[in-house]
Each structure stands twice: as C-alpha cells, then as structure tokens.
Nanobody, 115 residues
C-alpha cells in the first residue's frame, strides 16, 4: 500500500520561503508523474506543481517562477521549494501521483503566510 507523508509546512511572513517534502513508500517516485496540490479552506484542491517521470516540470501561472518541484530518487521523496510566498498561498499542501489513478491522500502539511 502506498503511503504519502508530507512535511515542512509552517507559518511564514509574506515574501518568505518554505521547502516541503513528500516521502513516498510503496511506490517509486521516479517511475511516476507526481504533483503537489493545495487546498485552502472552502475551496477545491488545485494542483500547483508537476514533475513527470522523465523530469519535465510545469506549474500554473499562479505559482510559476516562485515554486520549484524536484525529487530525490535515492530518498524516494518529492520536494516543493516555495519562494516569495503570498497570503493567498495559505493552504494545506499535498503530494500525489499526477494521473487519473491517484493514491490515498496523505495528511498534508499546513502552510500559512501572514501579511
């Protein structure tokens, strides 16, 4: 059974940075397209970063140039480096497989950006 464990969230001021980690067990991250997602209170879950099995990355315009997704194959972990954070980035962040078949969601990690 695949487990996703997100960590690294916290409280940061506007303009600050955070690095999120997603440790994956039961699946090999480099064999899959992976993504980071976020869900703010009262809103749907949206994707914020994508990395293909081949290493291609893409982002929505809302975070492009500020967020960077990467992975460490040896640690089977996916990362999200977030810079120039804004209050609207406040949400619970999750990682998951980026496909129609997704794993059970982890607990996520809370990111709060104060103005």
């Amino acid at each position: 059974q695949v487990q996703l464990v997100e960590s690294g969230g916290g409280l940061v001021q506007t303009g600050g940075s955070l690095r999120l980690s997603c440790a994956v067990s039961g699946s090999i991250v480099s064999d899959n397209d992976m993504g980071w997602y976020r869900q703010a209170p009262g809103k749907q879950r949206d994707w914020v970063a994508f990395i293909s099995s081949g290493g291609y990355t893409t982002y929505p315009s809302s975070v492009k140039g500020r967020f960077t997704i990467s992975r460490d194959n040896a640690k089977n972990t996916v990362y999200l480096q977030m810079n120039s954070l804004k209050p609207e980035d406040t949400a619970v962040y999750y990682c998951n497989r980026a496909s129609n078949y997704q794993y059970s969601w982890g607990q996520g990690t809370q990111v709060t950006v104060s103005s």
